[in-house]
């Protein structure tokens, strides 16, 4: 069993920056690929950004390439998302995800195990 925590989000204006953090407890963090989903009001919920079980590569989705930033600390079982020129459109509940599986694309109905979320809210 693993337990996903995440943490800071809040209410922003338009250009403004967030990090997100996600703690993990239970099994060995560092076995997972680690990723972020955000689910917006009457929407379902989408894919933001993965990253390997080391760290070294990591994948986006297009609307946020240039913007978003995903990291994983193995030390401190933590895997962070650095939010920048955030944009209305970015509102949403941010989800933290755990897979076992080997893609970085991470698929909703995949994974493993998920957090609770924390909102984001981007005001114009």
């Known amino acids: 069993q693993v337990q996903l925590v995440e943490s800071g989000g809040g209410l922003v204006q338009a250009g403004d920056s967030l990090r997100l953090s996600c703690a993990t407890s239970?099994?060995?963090?560092?076995?997972?690929?680690m990723g972020w989903f955000r689910q917006a009001p009457g929407k379902e919920r989408e894919f933001v950004a993965g990253?390997?079980?080391?760290?070294?590569?990591?994948y986006y989705t297009d609307s946020v390439k240039g913007r978003f930033t995903i990291s994983r600390d193995n030390a401190k079982n933590t895997v962070y998302l650095q939010m920048n020129s955030l944009k209305p459109e970015d509102t949403a509940l941010y989800y933290c995800?755990?897979?076992?599986?080997?893609?970085?694309?991470?698929?909703?109905?995949?994974?493993?195990?998920w957090g609770q979320g924390t909102r984001v809210t981007v005001s114009s």
């Open positions: 239970g099994r060995t963090f560092s076995g997972y690929i």
């Open positions: 990253i390997s079980r080391s760290g070294s590569s990591t």
């Open positions: 995800a755990a897979d076992s599986g080997r893609a970085l694309a991470l698929s909703r109905n995949l994974v493993d195990y």
